[in-house]
């Protein structure tokens, strides 16, 4: 995990603390006057406010599961070689109760040597890992034996979210089952460097160690993300304890539901990709380009501000080559929508389905501009194939 922006962080697999809430004086109006006699009554805005929360966390609770995994790690020392048991917790949440699937973060189960998942009447039952996709930290499990009474989330369209709306983060934090916390949506898009895949929401909805996995939900009810991580102070990056920030991340759910679906389609997922490494703006790439600088570099594309995505690799034999794409080029369109950065563009291939044809608006040192047309290839799964090409 790399710093960013000075800050530090971190997934949530008991290794998170989020600060975060909302001020609701705006809805109190004037100060009421202090009679004893008189009981007070708060108005009737904040009182409907107050009953929707409680509304959304009674519908959402029983979705929601306490995940304890077991594994090993392996020490050893000069005299003796030993195999301790380690645990750890994390959230889920139930997405059919008819097979018992259950959504999370794919840090929560990776290496999991077993899985217990314990429902919110108390229950505790074994499951195991149908799925799970590192490049988005999502995963994908089923209890062995699904028993009666199991409760779905209703899934929501994190597409609709809005900055500013109202969500509440439902999970285990330090393994206090359904602990329920309010927040907004401080932004949407994010970009944290934490997986190859992302395209966060952040929130002041507080979580802590052991929210990982579980949902962040609309007042609707419905599930718009999954919570995977936070930003410590970097005084905490190498302390036990991190202290809150007040930022957290929660993966969307149509990026969650689209690796899902492939999970379990397919056993895993099948991503596009075109045949090029990318970059954003930065000095080191321009004077890598042969350029004095990022100003002479932009001077050259016609560019008034950094946008879009640059080619800083072309592998051989893949769509990118074909087209006679060189390392330079800047990607400023995706099938005609703009792209803002180079975490969009991996995110927009890598989300259309192998063979499928795009196009790109490739922007190049002359001012010269021109469209490409690229029928999309399959991401190997083993980088150690992709070989740069010679041109």
């Known amino acids: 995990m790399k710093p960013t922006t000075g800050w530090t962080i971190v997934l949530l697999l008991f290794m998170a603390g989020i600060g975060g809430g909302i001020a609701v004086s705006g809805l109190m109006g004037p100060a009421p006057a202090t009679n004893p006699s008189q009981p007070f ?62 959504l999370t973060n794919h840090h929560v189960v ?10 919110h009447d108390g229950r ?6 149908v799925g799970s996709d590192p490049e988005s930290d999502v995963a994908v499990i089923r209890l062995a034996s699904p028993p009666s009474g199991l409760v779905e989330a209703r899934m929501g369209d994190s597409d609709k979210l809005r900055v500013g709306d109202f969500v509440l983060a439902v999970g285990s934090p330090f393994g206090l089952h359904h602990t329920v916390t309010f927040g907004i949506v401080s932004a949407k898009g994010r970009k944290a460097r934490l997986v190859t895949y992302e395209d966060y929401i952040q929130t002041t909805a507080d979580i802590h160690p052991g929210n990982s996995g579980g949902p962040l939900v609309n007042l609707f009810g419905q599930v718009v993300g999954i919570n995977a991580a936070m930003v410590v ?25 689209w690796v899902m679906q492939q999970i379990i389609r397919d056993g895993g997922v099948r991503r596009g990709f075109v045949g090029i490494g990318v970059g954003d703006f930065q000095e080191a790439t321009a004077r ?8 002479h570099l932009m001077q050259e594309l016609g560019l008034a501000e950094p946008r879009g995505a640059m080619i800083t690799q072309v592998y051989a034999g893949y769509p990118a080559e074909k087209a006679n794409l060189v390392i330079g080029d800047v990607v400023t369109h995706f099938n005609g929508e ?13 989300q259309t389905r192998p063979g ?18 690229l029928a999309v290839a399959e991401k190997p799964l ?9 041109r």
């Open 338 to 350: 703009a792209i803002k950065d180079s975490a969009e563009l991996i995110l927009r291939v890598g």
């Open 382 to 390: 083993d980088r150690a194939y992709l070989k740069p090409s010679r």
């Open 110 to 119: 990776k290496d999991a040597r077993e899985i217990f998942v314990m429902l």
């Open 41 to 102: 009554r708060p108005p009737e805005a904040l009182l409907n406010l107050q009953d929707s929360l409680a509304a959304v966390a009674e519908v959402s609770k029983p979705s929601v599961v306490h995940i304890t995994t077991k594994y090993e790690t392996f020490r050893s020392s000069p005299r003796f070689y030993e195999i301790p048991e380690q645990t750890g917790i994390g959230s889920g949440v139930i997405v059919s109760a008819k097979d018992g699937t259950i």
């Open 288 to 295: 890598d380009l042969g350029f004095q600088s990022m100003a």
């Open 124 to 129: 505790v039952h074994r499951a195991g890992v």
């Open 356 to 373: 499928e044809t795009v196009k790109l608006r490739i922007l190049r040192a002359g001012r010269t501009e021109q469209e490409v047309v």
């Open 233 to 257: 102070d970097p005084a905490d990056s190498t302390a036990k304890e991190k202290r809150s920030t007040g930022i957290s991340f929660a993966i969307p759910i149509n990026l969650v539901k």
